[in-house]
């Protein structure tokens, strides 16, 4: 069966059904379609009538996480059947190919007698369940050390399923106590599995962290230069039109910018993502103080772009103040906005390509391996297909990026050759 399937980046991508991981979702025509009977719209008039316009950032906050109705709150959106589709989803090769990184990170980094592996935002749980089953077939080198999962995940819905892929049993924990794990359990290969609302609670540790398709749902500001002032851009209701809200320019000089906008900022209109920059922040001091790596794969740009504030909704783009709650909405990752917000704490490498990543991961020996055990055409077929969505530069070869964090003494390793860093650089052929 031959579908449509758009990712949140853009392009329209002719591809077959994937496999059993795209659970079809029916979907229906619902009040809140409607602007009339939408509650979150209803929740966000009575808040700007009473207390003024909000910022984009607020707005995103309320429509993606707010706990009655935010879109991420209490739907499976991913897949065919949903809103997007995403790498993890697409293929278990990706997974496996990160699993793999997280092997060889491990190695590479002096093989640490613990290691807590944190996945920021991780959707169905499906790029852990590949790196843990990557894990599980590394267990005769793994087996000195002291593994646990944490995962950051905001929805109560896709909690559920993840523990549902990834667990043979788990349970909400005791305490409803927003600073701590609210639900644990053990995983399908033996290892303990916590889940937090921040990642500010995940325990301290040598610790890998991941992060796919997540810095992109995290609420933005956006800022716009009149003459000389930077004035936030605001969201305000429709005097004219009932149940519409509209983008109005603050009044006066905007507090965001003055902390956030360089003093040689080029553009004229710029979004800027303060929880991005205390979570890399976290990420980063974490890194230096005990140890490990992070991978952030998302897409994304070099601090050059001025309007990436965007709904999808059914594989669509969706108007972003229509039907709030309804659709994602997604900006793109400012890469040199991360760099700049972790100065010199840590080492970097990227951003590089999703297919430079991947390439250089192995990913053509594996596709390889995989079409051989292959047990018929559709599965071969199936095969081929997903790794072309993966490397395709116009599908998602290019537009996604992987980008690295590591302890500074990593980097002077690896000048000297001894351990490259796997992903970074080239794999040697013989
Ligand atoms: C676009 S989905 C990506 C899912 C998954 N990583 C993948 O690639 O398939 C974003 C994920 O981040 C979670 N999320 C969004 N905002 C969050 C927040 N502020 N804190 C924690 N999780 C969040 C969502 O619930 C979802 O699991």
């Known amino acids: ?21 795209n659970v079809g979702r029916y979907k229906s025509s619902k009040p809140e379609d409607s602007q009339e009977g939408n509650p979150l719209l ?10 003024g316009p909000i910022t984009v950032a607020e707005y995103m906050r309320e429509v993606l996480t707010n706990p009655l109705k935010g879109y991420y709150m209490h739907h499976d959106m991913l897949g065919e059947h949903g809103d997007f589709v995403t790498s993890p989803e697409i293929s278990q090769i990706f997974g ?13 980094g002096g093989k640490s007698k613990s290691l807590n592996l944190v996945e920021l935002g991780p959707g169905r749980g499906s790029l852990m369940s590949d790196i843990l089953r990557v894990f599980s077939q590394f267990k005769h080198l793994l087996n000195t050390c002291d593994i646990s999962i944490h995962l950051v995940e905001v929805s109560p819905k896709l909690s559920e399923i993840q523990a549902l892929n990834l667990t043979e049993k788990s349970t909400d924990a005791k305490y409803e106590d927003r600073s701590s794990c609210y639900k644990m359990g053990i995983t399908k290969t033996g290892l303990p599995i916590n889940w937090y609302y921040n990642i500010q609670d995940v325990p301290s540790g040598y610790t890998f962290y991941i992060a796919h398709e997540f810095f992109d749902a995290l609420p933005i500001h956006i800022l716009q230069k009149i003459q000389d002032e930077w004035r936030e851009v605001l969201i305000d209701v429709d005097p004219e039109i009932q149940h ?4 109005v320019l603050g009044s006066s000089s905007s507090h965001i910018a003055k902390t956030f906008i360089k003093a040689d900022e080029k553009r004229n209109r710029v979004e800027v993502c ?64 991360l760099k700049r917000m972790i100065g010199n704490y840590v080492s970097f490498l990227g951003p590089i390509t999703q297919s430079e990543f991947l390439r250089n991961m192995g990913i053509d020996l594996r596709l390889k391996v995989l079409l051989e055990n292959a047990k018929d055409a559709t599965t071969q077929q199936h095969l081929i297909k997903s790794y072309d969505v993966l490397m395709n530069p116009n599908k998602m070869g290019k537009r996604f990026q992987f980008f690295s964090l590591f302890p500074h003494s990593r980097l002077e390793q690896t000048s000297n050759v001894k351990y490259p860093i796997a992903g970074f650089t080239e794999l040697e052929t013989s």
């Open 244 to 247: 519409k809200l509209r983008f």
């Open 96 to 108: 496996e190919l990160i699993g793999i990184w997280c092997v060889s990170e491990w190695i590479s």
């Open 42 to 51: 209803k929740y966000l008039t009575m808040k700007i009538t009473a207390t």
């Open 1 to 21: 069966m031959s579908t449509y399937v758009r990712f949140r980046h853009f392009g329209r991508i002719g591809t077959h059904m994937h496999s059993a991981r």
């Open 274 to 337: 303060p929880e991005a920059a205390i979570i890399i922040q976290k990420l980063a001091s974490q890194i230096k103080n005990f140890g490990g790596a992070a991978i952030i794969a998302d897409y994304g740009h070099s601090g050059n772009k001025e309007d990436t504030f965007r709904g999808f909704r059914s594989h669509q783009l969706h108007n972003v103040l229509l039907a709030p709650g309804t659709a994602d909405l997604t900006a793109d990752v400012d890469f040199n906005f």
